[in-house]
DNA sequence: TTGTACGCGTTATCAA
DNA sequence: TTGATAACGCGTACAA
């Protein structure tokens, strides 16, 4: 039924191997023959079969990228910039969501995706060993964003000062007894670059340069929502001697926070100050302070550097680091000014 | 390099048909002999090639999701109920974001996807009358979500009635002065179920029945976006005389709304009453009354049509309705009561 | 400059 | 119950 290459070169009077030229744009076709082959194209509205062509080509044209739960704010942002420079590439975007532990294993070990996709982007996933090491055996190009693993090439921001800075900057403002609602530390968490540990490690960081006393009791981990950081909130607010600010390792789980707040009638900044991490929209509509991650960036760079891998798939593993900034919305109060 | 079919059969002594058998769970081998395929198999670490079996068996397992902007909540919330159901039929998606409308042409109208999916799901696009008919005579299935083609299996909300509910709800509440933010009106404004369209027909409706007055210029269209909205309801809210309420076509226009009030420090309810469209999760977040679309479902419905389309890609086109339902937050003064 | 034949990895057909 | 062999639609040597 649909028209095939044979059609067209039958339609033009060559041979297909012609027709092939034609539509690849190659040399050696007398123009008057290119026209020919042209206008029966045209006139068959023949289209080359994609399947057909990355069978011998050996690639298809999109590349997967691999999330969990796509649906969170930080991944829509990242997939923003994904979607710009594959599109900019004329690449497609295969989106696999993964929503369990299972699911990823299926993905990473089991690579049913095998030829499907000429690259694989994988946002906060980390391969386990096994895993990598197949992955980078197969040859199919990888690149991890916002996870770590040595054997890939990886982008990671540096969660460990984004996490200092934004103690310091409470302990700047005043503040001496600080909460912090960190997210589930998925996976093997002595590994390098885990953003939930390196955030703690920040917090252990700020607080001992200013000698400050860490304190268990401010410390919960929660889902990365905001239902979990409500409830956090509201176990930390309900302390003997609840904290002067609240620091969250995501921004959606300090929207829980102010929820909580609210709830309980205490006025942010005022009575309690809240510091999120990384800068989604929601974030800035609600002036809320907070350490902003290149986001977008991030998914850029992605796919910038899954090109490269795809063109030289022999190339070493790199490790990119991008670093985070304040933004200073208006839930910090400063208590007094350092 | 990869492994094929062949290196199995050689390995384990019998021809690809009986690999291939084996692979696919098809009667006619004898135990023994697929045992020992099955060792090869896994000896080899074989995997079919997806596309080697596309190519014969003319289906990718995968399905083309097209959607304008897939970062907008919208998007967001049926795109979770169209994966949810994708994944549990084990199909892929393939996501086409769309930020014009040549990129939208090209997707409809160039089909340059035509065989690398199995069906296509357009969110709030709407393919013109030529694409519509090339669509339905190429035989690709295709569903429209929240948009309409007579010549297509199409999945629409009641616009109409979500917004002259909303509206009647406001002037049930004592307003008679409404502001409308409505989103820009897509396309051709003259087609049945044009959202922005119908929304606007459902206010006219609405104030007809109260014996309301209509008044231009409290009519207001802009870009699906918070700016839009914010702006808005700025110059809403510089008229000599304000409207005591304001509806908006979109839960984000909505927001932006708020935005504006907290700029001009005027108070939300109190002085200013707000109604949004869409029911997105930062809506409830936010205790912002809203007319909710069923945005998970129209996901999952969208799917299981699609799915029944490549089943029976013969079968006449459908229109299929969903209603929406009001959600009360507090953004909603009640003047007085009806 | 052009046409033909072959191969890509599968599934399907059919004779054995 | 099995194994050759023919498609599937395309790109590409290689011969003409």
């Known amino acids: 039924m649909p028209v095939t290459i044979h059609d ?3 339609e033009a009077g060559v041979g297909i191997g012609t027709v092939s030229r034609v539509v690849n744009n190659r040399p050696y076709v007398k123009p008057a023959t290119r026209e020919r082959v042209l206008a029966a194209i045209n006139k068959l509205q023949y289209k080359p079969d994609p399947i057909a062509r990355s069978m011998i080509l050996k690639r298809t044209g999109a590349i997967g990228v691999i999330v969990p739960f796509f649906t969170r704010f930080f991944f829509m942002e990242v997939l923003k910039g994904v979607d710009a420079a594959l599109t ?4 497609e975007l295969v989106l696999y969501n993964i929503s369990n532990k299972a699911q990823q294993d299926r993905y990473f070990a089991g690579l049913p995706m095998l030829r499907r996709v000429d690259g694989l982007l994988a946002l906060s996933l980390t391969p386990d060993e096994d895993d990598a090491r197949r992955l980078h ?6 690149v991890l964003v916002d996870a770590y693993s040595p054997l890939l090439t990886s982008i990671v921001v540096n969660n460990i000062d984004g996490s200092y800075l934004a103690i310091k900057y409470l302990i700047e403002n005043g503040h001496r007894r600080i909460g912090f609602i960190n997210g589930i530390i998925e996976g093997n968490f002595n590994r390098p670059f885990n953003p939930a540990n390196d955030r703690l490690i920040g917090l252990h960081r700020a607080l001992g340069e200013a000698g400050l006393l860490f304190e ?5 981990e929660t889902e990365w929502s905001r239902q979990g950081g409500r409830e956090a909130a509201l176990r930390l607010l309900a ?3 609840p904290p002067s600010a609240i620091f969250t390792a995501s921004d959606i789980q300090a929207i829980g926070v102010l929820e909580a707040a609210k709830a309980l009638n205490i006025v942010v900044p005022d009575e309690l100050s809240v510091i999120g991490f990384d800068g989604i929209e929601m974030a800035e509509f609600l002036d809320l302070t907070t350490m902003v991650q290149p986001m977008y960036q991030m998914g850029e ?4 550097k899954l090109m490269e891998r795809i063109e030289h798939p022999g190339s070493p593993p790199e490790l990119l680091r991008l670093d985070t900034r304040l933004r200073e919305g208006h ?3 400063k208590i007094c000014s350092a």
């Not at 900019?88 to 690449?91: C, D, F, L, V, W």
């Not at 268990?216 to 919960?220: G, K, N, R, S, T």
């Open 8 to 10: 067209v070169a039958r």
């Open 88 to 91: 900019r590439r004329g690449y």
């Open 137 to 142: 055996e197969v040859g199919l190009p990888v």
């Open 216 to 220: 268990p009791e401010l410390v919960l």
């Open 239 to 241: 302390l003997p001697r």
């Open 301 to 304: 760079l992605g796919v910038k």
């Open 331 to 333: 839930t910090v109060k």
